[in-house]
């Protein structure tokens, strides 16, 4: 009897292991890693960064695997599903976890901090993004948020000797619980209103107009804000400029990247498989997100004096860019292809080009000790490897052709003018002018390096060249490369981001 | 041989600089005399690729693509490698691939402060795939980022090797152009989207060049048209530089150095006039036609404000920067009367201003360099302390005053010309207007280019220089790298058929598809 009762009360959903391969491997070796930690203890610190970064690697064997495969595949009740967009935003986190890690080795050694704990910190967070890539269930949305979040706050503060990381991160914990207690809200009504925490059944009703428009407008509000946070957009910016400049660089150019796509990973679900019929209720409100976003993050941006914070206003703007196809995903499906398409293309080429900034900062300040931008003053003439190198991440940042930043521009652009509404277009016309406002304090960075000579009264030596470190050395090839390729061949990059969420209801 | 030409011969010419650059980037700086033979090397082979090309082109069939090449490249926007050369881009290319190398001979002695070859040639070379890429690339995509791949090495070529307000100007020739192209693109896309197949009415969706000046334009309302128009206007406006954007062309001028300003008169100031006779004339013939005289305005506002601020220069680079402005002028008027009269003198006046313009420009550095200054008031007496430079002086002014027989002349005189009856639909008074205000324009040239040689070239040395040991007469590097140019101003003037006869029929199978 009990027998019975036991069986019917848990029924086991049948999982396919093949799909959740990845995230069983990040897994497996985040718990290898603890294990480490206690068996050899400080003994273990000469491993733990190699087998974090070989974790990140292996779990891309099954993305592979899957991608092979190429049939999509949904599991525990179509709350998990894996199809090419899925497959894409996690080979870009694991991508981007790997490069952090590069970026992390020297630093979080040398300055003498908690090393074991920082990398399982580091996998747990990149596992959140991977299960974000897959969640298509606001449970599963809200768990993956918090997933990736938590260690986030926790590496914020890393340099736990420095006032500033204490303040960054702490500043960067109280906006999140509080971005999540909206974004629960948000969840709450528009489960209240559908009876379903699953997006499909969500946007059955929603767009169905089975439900009363105040309440979805509010939810879909409170949702929206509660990842206008995560994403850093404008007016919900305000954490990172600060959490930017305290946290320890490597973490800051994992905030940057992967947490801020993961945030766009979830907005893309929700708004592709939640709600996308409510094209009334979504696209004034992204609209307006993205315009404010650009000429908010561009025009702050003009006026700092800090490399990192100018990089985190300007990651604001470029949260813009990727909010602007949005505005017009709900015109027809074609349309919502090539936003989906647009938006997934440019956080691929973002995260090779921002990681690849960070990388350049990370190497001179072991000279400089400085994010200033004055101390980047004559770089050119002492360090032209690392100058040439900040030049191209820079200037494809502002969106230069050949290099990378141009094609994931020029593709949300394409997205915004395709369904040919003045909305639309006059968008596009604000994505042009800012492109132009923002170039100029990239070419003011650039022109720094390049024009001027090295300060003469500072405490660091301004004639031998910067010495990198293997790691960074590899970090600043791969995303260099990368920068490179996607704006000379951006067909590597187009065949893989030209993937579909809305297919399912075109059948 | 010839199949090599068809199948790789454009790519080659337009790559071979850029694996030049890539060459010397694993030379260590030291080794100067090597990156300075190696830049020549890359230079003269990039010109030979494209003298047998003009060898192997058939001049007979000038209006049709020759050399095509047809390649994948960015599938998932439709967008294709494609190049092809016929007559209008033949004199383009042909100009960029002799002006480089000259540019690569002058500099082997006048390395600008603060040094650094390697950068220096290496920025030369990755300009030179950019400017020949841009006139060969035959679909929108590629020709964008042809363009755009010249902004940052002349940023960084104004920037790093300029004048003291160099940072300055670099930024806003930088902010200028990328704005330009930026509002550009928008209308490429636009074009994109809108241009329809006429025979089925469907939609196009494509970036070919070749297809886009066939169509014409059909099926896009004639009020949108004024609009994508107005985009590339602006992104080609700024580049040639039409007034009122030609802010940005004097202070770059005064600020770069020699070699910057030859390349920037010579050839990137080109790009933008071409652009509109390639792609903004015959894609969108209703929104030229709309535009056609306001077009026509600004170039002849360009022309008398540009020679009125020559007139009020004191610095002799300045000058020559604005009488690039006038100059331009007649181009555009020559493009904005739509016959292919007017284009074809256009073109010619594109190569004209190049070799001459770029001529003065190599001159105002070597005066520089000898003097120390470019004020005008300062300078003086040049035929007697260096004789043949200051005939040299004397001969381009000739040559850019438009003095018949000289390269100039076919240039100015066609275009003004041409504004006596423009293409039907246009208002003729209003054209004949502009001719004789562009004809007023020719006599403040004359004016402003005599007065400049009066005051540097004539009279005694000025006592500060009258022993300077500076001042020496046209050195070696100067003589090999100025004679071409010089023999190009007496060829290009005495048969100027050598320039129209290539040029003519590829304007009016433009034109045509375009009617």
């Known amino acids: ?106 630093y979080i050694a040398e300055g003498d901090y908690w090393e074991n704990e920082y990398y399982q910190m580091l996998l747990s967070a990149v596992l959140g993004m991977v299960v974000m890539a897959s969640a298509r269930d606001l449970v599963t949305i809200f768990v993956a948020l918090e997933l990736l979040s938590i260690p986030a706050y926790l590496m914020a503060t890393w340099r736990k000797r420095d006032l500033r990381s204490n303040e960054a991160g702490l500043k960067y914990y109280l ?56 994403v850093s957009a404008f007016p919900f910016h305000t954490w990172a400029p600060d959490t930017y400049e305290g946290a320890p660089t490597p973490v800051t150019a994992f905030l940057s990247v992967a947490s801020k796509a993961a945030g766009f990973v979830a907005l893309l679900s929700l708004v592709f498989v939640g709600f996308w019929g409510r094209a009334d209720v979504y696209q004034p409100l992204m609209w307006a997100l993205a315009a404010a976003s650009m000429f908010g993050g561009n025009l702050m941006a003009l006026r700092q004096t800090n490399v990192v914070r100018l990089l985190a206003y300007s990651g604001v703007a470029q949260a813009g860019y990727m909010l602007a196809p949005l505005a017009v995903a709900g015109e027809s499906l074609a349309t919502a292809d090539d936003a989906l398409s647009a938006v997934v293309t440019y956080l691929a080429i973002y995260a090779a080009m921002n990681l690849g900034a960070f990388a350049v900062i990370i190497a001179v300040a072991r000279r400089t000790a400085s994010a200033e931008i004055g101390s980047y003053k004559g770089l050119f003439r002492y360090s032209p490897g690392l100058a040439v190198a900040m030049t191209i991440f820079l200037m494809a940042l502002a969106g230069i052709p050949p290099l ?75 995303t260099g490369a990368a920068t490179l390729a996607f704006g000379i061949l951006p067909q590597w990059v187009g065949h893989f981001t030209d993937v579909s969420l809305v297919a399912a209801l075109a059948g | 041989m010839t199949d090599f030409l068809n199948d790789w011969g454009l790519t080659a010419v337009t790559f071979v600089p850029l694996v030049g650059a890539l060459v010397m980037m694993a030379v260590p700086a030291a080794e100067e005399r090597l990156l300075k033979q190696l830049a020549l090397l890359a230079s ?76 220096f040639f290496i920025l030369m ?25 010249v902004l940052l090495p002349m940023f960084f070529m104004i920037g790093v090797w300029g004048g003291e307000n160099r940072r300055y100007a670099s930024i806003k020739f930088f902010l200028f152009t990328l704005f330009g192209s930026a509002l550009m693109l928008l209308s490429f896309l636009a074009l994109f989207f809108l241009s329809t197949d006429p025979a089925t009415g469907e939609s196009l969706r494509t970036f070919d060049m070749r297809v886009l000046s066939d169509v014409a334009g059909a099926g896009i309302l004639n009020s949108t048209q004024v609009w994508i128009f107005a985009g590339m206007f602006i992104g080609f406006g700024v580049k040639v530089p039409m007034f009122p954007f030609h802010t940005w062309l004097p202070d770059a001028h005064t600020e770069a150095p020699t070699v910057g300003s030859v390349i920037l008169a010579a050839i990137l100031l080109k790009l933008g006039t071409y652009g509109f006779v390639r792609i903004a004339v015959p894609m969108l013939p209703d929104g030229a036609e709309a535009w056609a005289p306001w077009i026509g305005l600004l170039a002849v506002i360009g022309i008398i404000y540009g020679a009125l601020a020559c007139l009020a220069q004191t610095d002799m680079k300045r000058l020559i920067a604005f009488s690039s402005v006038a100059h331009m002028g007649f181009v555009m008027l020559g493009i904005a009367t739509l016959t292919d009269f007017g284009i074809n003198a256009a073109i010619f006046g594109m190569v004209a201003h190049g070799i001459i313009t770029g001529m003065l420009f190599f001159l105002a550095g070597s005066v520089k360099e000898r003097y120390h200054t470019l004020e005008i008031r300062r300078l003086g007496g040049m035929l007697v302390q260096a004789p043949r430079m200051g005939w040299i002086l004397g001969f381009v002014s000739m040559a850019s005053l438009g003095l018949p027989g000289l390269a100039g002349f076919w240039g100015e005189f066609p275009a003004i010309l041409s504004a006596y009856s423009p293409a039907e639909g246009l208002p003729v008074e209003t054209f004949r207007t502009y001719m004789v205000v562009a004809a007023v324009g020719t006599v403040l040239a004359a004016g402003y280019l005599l007065w400049l040689l009066q005051r540097t070239a004539m009279g005694a040395p000025k006592a500060e220089f009258a022993d300077s040991e500076d001042v020496v007469d046209v050195t070696r590097t100067e003589w090999i790298a100025w004679v071409p140019l010089l023999v190009g101003i007496i060829l290009f003037g005495l048969a100027p058929g050598l320039i129209f006869d290539v040029t003519d029929p590829a304007v009016v199978g433009l034109l045509v598809s375009g009617g």
């Open chain 1, 1 to 106: 009897m009990l027998g019975s009762v036991l069986t019917l009360a848990f029924e086991r959903p049948a999982i396919d292991w093949h799909a959740v391969a990845p995230e069983l491997t990040l897994l497996g070796f985040g718990a290898l890693l603890t294990l480490v930690d206690i068996v050899w203890l400080e003994r273990g610190r000469a491993v733990v960064s190699a087998l974090a970064s070989f974790g990140l690697l292996a779990s891309m064997v099954p993305i592979l695997t899957l991608a092979w495969d190429g049939a999509d595949r949904s599991t525990f009740w179509g709350a998990y599903v894996i199809d090419d967009y899925a497959l894409v935003m996690k080979a870009v986190f694991l991508l981007a976890g790997y490069v952090v890690v590069l970026l992390s080795t020297n």
């Open chain 1, 175 to 230: 906006m999140g619980v509080f971005a999540s207690a909206v974004l629960l809200y948000g969840m709450s009504l528009l489960y209240g209103t559908t009876g379903s925490t699953m997006l499909t059944d969500i946007d059955a009703v929603v767009s169905g107009g089975g439900a009363p428009l105040a309440v979805v407008t509010l939810g879909v509000i409170f949702v929206v804000v509660g990842f206008g946070f995560k």
């Open chain 1, 404 to 478: 990378g930043g141009w094609y994931a521009k020029f593709e949300i652009v394409l997205a915004l003018i395709s369904p040919g509404t003045a909305w639309g277009v006059a968008l596009g016309v604000i994505v042009a002018v800012n492109s132009v406002i923002a170039l100029y304090y990239y070419a003011r960075i650039a022109s720094h390096m390049w024009v001027e000579t090295p300060p003469e009264s500072v405490d660091f030596d301004t004639t031998t060249p910067i010495k990198v470190p293997t790691s960074v050395t590899a970090a600043l090839v791969l």
């Open chain 2, 44 to 119: 003269l082979a990039a010109m030979a690729i494209g003298g047998l090309l003009m060898l192997d082109f058939d001049y007979g069939k000038a209006g049709s693509l020759q050399f095509a090449v047809d390649a994948r490249w960015i599938e998932v926007i439709n967008s294709r490698y494609i190049l092809g050369l016929d007559g209008i881009s033949l004199p383009l290319m042909a100009l960029t691939l002799v002006v480089v190398p000259l540019c690569v001979i002058y500099s082997w002695d006048h390395i600008p402060e603060p040094g650094n070859p390697k950068a």
């Open chain 2, 125 to 149: 070379l990755i300009l030179e795939t950019g400017m020949v890429g841009t006139f060969v690339a035959q679909d929108l995509i590629l020709f964008f980022v042809f363009f755009e791949v």
